[in-house]
């Protein structure tokens, strides 16, 4: 069975609580469970974490074992080389998520230190862009 690993970073662990006009109002972890009815044939690993240092050691733990990585870094996307280095170094190939389109936000969000080591990016899709990285990554990886 694929595994894959869903990161997410700062804050999101607010989902559903946090600026829901821009975030919506679900929680993560209640979307987690329609995920895995979504996907019964791949094992979803799931890890939140408003600290980087335990996000890059998440990625080193996983990253060379599993299929795949769905990350949405939070705010750590536009500020952190570290994050985009563990990406580069392990094996798993990454898909980069967020929820609200970054691009459409303030200047400071339109830069991603991640983008560039990650196969691809599912941008202000709401929650549904992280069905679709695992989607991607079910049938590409
Ligand atoms: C976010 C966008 C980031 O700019 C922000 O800091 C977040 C969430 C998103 O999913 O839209 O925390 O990654």
Excluded: W
């Excluded at 209640?30 to 980087?52: C, G, I, M, W």
């Excluded at 970054?102 to 339109?110: G, K, L, N, T």
């Amino acid at each position: 069975m694929k595994q894959i690993l869903i990161i997410n970073g700062p804050n999101l662990n607010l989902l559903g609580k946090r600026e829901p006009t821009i975030y919506g109002n679900r929680s993560f972890v209640e979307y987690l469970e329609t995920l895995e009815a979504k996907f019964p044939d791949v094992q979803l690993r799931y890890f939140q974490s408003n600290h980087e240092g335990e996000l890059i050691d998440k990625i080193h733990e996983l990253g060379f074992d599993i299929d795949g990585i769905v990350i949405n870094a939070g705010a750590y996307t536009h500020t952190s080389i570290a994050i985009a280095d563990a990406l580069s170094a392990v094996t798993a190939p990454a898909i980069e998520v967020h929820i609200s389109n970054v691009h459409a936000r303030e200047s400071f969000r339109h830069h991603s230190y991640l983008s560039a080591k990650c196969k691809g990016i599912v941008v202000g899709l709401g929650l549904m862009g992280y069905e679709m990285a695992v989607r991607y990554l079910m049938d590409n990886e």
